[in-house]
C-alpha cells in the first residue's frame, strides 16, 4: 500500500503479521478520562479474520467503550490490544468505526455522498483531494445500500435508517480488514435491517472482521459467528437460551475465544 507523502498522522502503514488473529484482547481494562470508575474490567477475546461476532449487553454494559479502546479513541488503563498483531494506531487504514448514530450532528451542511466520502480520507495526505477511483468507490457503496437517490441530500435530511445506512458506506468505504460498529441495527426499519446484514455477509465473504455492538437477541444466530456478552463492564456468561441454540448449531469456522457461539 502506498504511503500519503504527507499523512494525517505520525503513524504508519504496517503489513498483518502472518497468520494472526484479527483481533485479541488480553484482561482489558478502560477508565474514561477523567474518571476513576472502570468502564471494563479484565476483559479478554480473541477474534478470527473473517468473523462475524456481536457485542452483546444493555446499555451501558461496556459495549461501546470496548470498541472505542480497540479504534484507538479511549486510553487504556491495563491490558493489551492487537490488531493483525500490531498495536492499535499501527495502521489507521484497516479499522474502521461506525459510531452510534446519537454521536453525529447530522445538522452539518454535508450531504450523503460527501459523508460517505470521507470514509477515504484515511487513505490521503493533507493536501491531496479525493481521486476520481475514490469518487467511484463512494458512489459504488451508497449503490449497494440503498442510497442513490439520496445521494445528494444534506444528511439532516435521511430519516433515522438512511442515516444509519449512511454511516455504515462510510465505514465501507475506508476498505478496511476490520470494521467496528456500535450499535448498527438499532432502532432501524426492516429495510435498513435486510441492507445491512446482507452488507454484513458479504464484508464475511470477503475475508473481512466484523464486531458489532448490539442489545438485540432475536437473530444472533443467523447474523453471527459468535457473540460476547457483557454487564456492567465484565464479560458475563450467555443467557441460557443462547446455549441452548448453540448446542445444536453446525459451527462453520472456528468460534471466537472466548467468546461464546451465538
Known amino acids: 500500500m502506498t504511503e500519503p507523502r504527507f499523512p494525517y498522522s505520525h503513524r504508519h502503514h504496517q503489513d498483518p503479521l502472518p497468520g494472526a488473529p484479527a483481533l485479541v484482547v488480553e484482561r482489558l481494562s478502560v477508565t474514561y478520562p477523567g474518571t476513576k470508575q472502570l468502564a471494563l474490567r479484565d476483559v479478554s477475546l480473541t477474534v478470527p479474520v473473517g468473523a462475524r461476532v456481536a457485542l452483546v449487553g444493555a446499555n451501558g454494559a461496556g459495549k461501546s467503550t470496548l470498541l472505542k479502546a480497540v479504534a484507538k479513541l479511549l486510553p487504556i ?50 493536501f491531496k483531494r479525493p481521486s476520481k477511483q475514490d ?53 432501524v426499519d426492516a429495510e435498513t435491517r435486510a441492507i445491512i446484514v446482507a452488507a454484513l455477509a458479504r464484508l464475511g ?5 466484523v464486531i458489532a455492538a448490539t442489545h438485540d437477541l432475536g437473530r444472533l444466530e443467523t447474523d453471527f459467528d459468535g457473540a460476547l456478552y457483557l454487564a456492567n463492564g465484565r464479560e458475563i456468561a450467555p443467557p ?19 467468546c461464546r457461539p451465538a
Open 77 to 126: 488503563r491495563s491490558g493489551a490490544i492487537s490488531i493483525y498483531g500490531n498495536p492499535p494506531g499501527a495502521c489507521h487504514h484497516r479499522v474502521a468505526y461506525l459510531p452510534q448514530r446519537g454521536e453525529i450532528d447530522w445538522r452539518f451542511p454535508v450531504t450523503l455522498r460527501r459523508l460517505v466520502l470521507t470514509g477515504r480520507y484515511v487513505h490521503l495526505g493533507w
Open 135 to 187: 469518487r467511484a468507490l463512494a458512489d459504488t457503496v451508497i449503490d449497494q445500500l440503498g442510497l442513490t437517490d439520496l445521494a445528494d441530500r444534506q444528511i439532516g435530511q435521511l430519516s433515522g435508517g438512511q442515516q444509519q445506512r449512511a454511516l455504515l458506506a462510510r465505514a465501507l468505504a475506508q476498505e478496511a480488514d476490520l470494521l467496528l460498529l456500535d450499535e448498527p441495527l438499532n432502532a
Open 205 to 209: 465473504e470477503q475475508g473481512k472482521t
Open 240 to 258: 441460557p437460551a443462547s446455549r441452548r441454540r448453540a448446542a445444536g448449531r453446525e459451527r462453520h469456522r472456528p468460534p471466537c475465544s472466548p
